[in-house]
């Protein structure tokens, strides 16, 4: 398995191990639950140096980005950061991804871990405006920093005004005494917080300067199960399981980030436009358990009679509600708000509304 550069650490911290996307990530520390309520109330740290990271740079980088995303990346400006996906041409999405730009010529691509190769693979097959790329995912480390008091500790760290970095935005400039730190606020929790990008051979120096910093606000490591009922609860979706290469972004609700705007031709346009217009043969919609039991990926879902009409994508028992919470696909005629529908847990028929998530308010 790969490692990243915090590995040791987290096996010194006795955390709960396993394979993730080809590295060896912490899971759990002290549990999931306790993990999820410290980022939603004080402050955690998750190492998500496994993700992907390509630069995009040139004369060809615009052309190129606004052929192989679906977002309309002319909108952006430098320091702005953008949510997109690579359609495929069959109607699905090849990944999720965020864009930031640097300059109109410069761009930084950051994808999920589980599909660096098959990304890379994508944009270079269809690289034909001649965009110059470069893959530094094994070049860059990342800590993501999250939680309503994570701005208090790294605050500590860096002249940068944090409180000057919205929403969907970055800076770059010194961090913990490290030069060309990219400060990133695009969190995965919905707790607030940061994402600090940064050269590995300075991971050491970050890693002990965030958790004293953050000592006095009850910081702590956090894993990836942490991580997964964080962005549920908050209805974002998660790749591999609400996102694949056979649903396509008009079916998971992300029309948003689907532009069909004059000028932009990116790929399968033209089915996405049919599907926005004419509407989808199934729909993501998130959901809440109205009888007591957890929904998990590949749980049917069905209607009063138990005939099939979709699958769970995502569930888990939401720490903070204390009730079964999830998202999947459905018929359309199933996905009107407060709509009734079941799960078929292993035989046993369990009822649920549809709802609008985030399911943490």
């Excluded at 990530?25 to 109330?41: A, F, K, Q, R």
């Excluded at 605050?155 to 990219?182: C, H, M, R, W």
Aim: charged share 25%; aromatic share 10%; glycine share 12%.
């Amino acid at each position: 398995m790969k490692t990243t550069p915090f590995t040791d650490k987290h096996i010194a911290l006795g955390a709960k191990m396993h394979e993730f996307a080809g590295y060896n990530m912490p899971i759990e520390y002290s549990g999931i639950i306790d993990e999820h309520l410290t980022v939603c109330n004080a402050v955690g740290v998750f190492d998500v140096s496994h993700m992907g990271e390509f630069w995009v740079k040139g004369p060809g980088a615009l052309p190129f980005l606004q052929k192989i995303t679906s977002n309309n990346v002319a909108a952006l400006a430098p320091g702005k950061v953008q949510y997109t996906c690579f359609p495929n041409e069959e109607g699905g999405i090849v990944d999720d991804l965020l864009v930031y730009q640097y300059d109109p010529q410069k761009y930084l691509l950051v994808v999920n871990a589980s599909n660096i190769e098959k990304d890379w693979n994508w944009c270079v097959a269809h690289n034909t405006e001649g965009a110059e790329l470069e893959n530094s995912s094994d070049r860059t480390a990342q800590l993501a920093v999250q939680g309503p008091k994570a701005i208090l500790a790294l605050q500590k760290l860096t002249d940068i005004d944090l409180s000057d970095i919205p929403y969907y935005t970055f800076k770059v400039g010194e961090f913990a005494g490290e030069k060309n730190v990219i400060i990133s606020n695009t969190g995965y929790t919905g707790a607030g917080g940061f994402e600090l990008y940064f050269y590995p051979d300075a991971a050491d120096k970050i890693w002990n300067a965030v958790f004293e910093a953050g000592e006095e606000f009850g910081i702590k490591p956090v894993g990836l199960g942490a991580r997964d009922t964080l962005r549920l609860e908050m209805g974002f979706c998660l790749y591999g399981n609400d996102l694949d290469d056979t649903t396509s972004p008009i079916e998971a609700g992300l029309g948003w980030i689907t532009k069909f705007v004059d000028g932009k031709n990116f790929t399968n346009r033209a089915m996405l436009e049919k599907q926005k217009a004419e509407g989808t043969v199934r729909k993501l919609v998130g959901f809440e358990m109205i009888d007591r039991g957890i929904p998990r990926h590949g749980y049917e879902l069905v209607d009063e009679d138990g005939g099939k009409i979709g699958i769970v994508t995502s569930g888990t028992m939401s720490p903070m509600r204390k009730i079964g919470i999830g998202m999947g696909y459905v018929k359309p005629e199933y996905s009107k708000l407060g709509t009734e529908i079941f799960i078929d847990m292993r035989g046993r028929k369990l009822k649920a509304v549809v709802v609008r998530p985030p399911f943490r308010k």
